[in-house]
């Protein structure tokens, strides 16, 4: 069974901090998606990263996919209020019929 | 360009009774997902449909669940008898196609309450 672990659950930091977000596999993914949901909304769809090894910079947000396509990790420079919510990491099963999501880390930023 | 749209945002019922939720896709999108989230599970998939077609129901946690989508505009998820067990956010998105690249469209989802 193809499962996403994300880490931390929970992060509670001040403005102005740094953190990353984790995202692991025991499986091969082709490719792995980052979303961020909002309280009351539904997620919306960040990135995507598809090569092993692969960088991917969204402003303040540094996004990293595994050399072995099994982990990705979220960096989130100076964070912001505004950067607080949900972060879900998701990538296609196998099958490639259902899109699987980690639990996702709840992020609060407190100014 | 308006996005998924979900209603109603919230709906409170007692158990037993039928729950319907609907969903209006992005125009154009061949693909519809509906999900389930909760604290302790996640954001879970029940069914998607491709051109209109159920493809995978897998997800459906009981006979209680079923879901229809009568054309490429609207699609709807009903649960009866609905139990407290049921309560949850539910999810509708739409992508254009499927594949790894290819992002979902959710929208603001259902807040479901069974008392």
């Known amino acids: 069974t193809q499962l996403l672990e994300q880490s931390p659950q929970f992060l509670s930091i001040q403005e102005g901090e740094n953190l990353t977000v984790y995202c692991n596999s025991s499986?091969?993914?082709?490719?792995l998606q980052w979303y961020r949901q909002e309280p009351g909304e539904g997620p919306v769809l960040l990135v995507t990263v598809v090569t092993g090894g692969e960088v991917k910079k969204l402003k303040r947000l540094t996004f990293q996919f595994g050399d072995a396509r099994k982990d990705s990790s979220l960096h989130i420079t100076a964070a912001q209020p505004g950067d607080t919510g949900l972060y879900l990491c998701a990538g296609e099963n196998q099958a490639g019929t259902a899109l699987i999501f980690g639990k996702g880390t709840t992020l609060s930023v407190s100014s | 360009d308006a996005g998924v749209i979900q209603s109603p945002r919230h709906e409170v019922t007692e158990m037993g009774q039928e729950v319907t939720l609907r969903c209006k896709p992005i125009s154009g999108h061949d693909y519809l997902f509906w999900y389930r989230q909760t604290m302790m599970r996640g954001l879970e998939l029940l069914i998607y449909f491709n051109n209109n077609v159920p493809i995978d129901d897998s997800g459906m946690p009981e006979d209680r669940f079923s879901a229809k989508m009568p054309n490429a505009s609207f699609s709807t998820l009903k649960i009866q008898p609905s139990e407290p067990r049921d309560s949850a956010v539910y999810f509708c998105?739409?992508?254009?196609?499927?594949?790894?690249?290819?992002?979902?469209?959710f929208g603001d989802g259902t807040r479901l309450s069974i008392l």
């Open positions: 499986s091969v993914f082709s490719s």
């Open positions: 998105a739409s992508s254009p196609d499927r594949g790894d690249n290819q992002p979902q469209h």
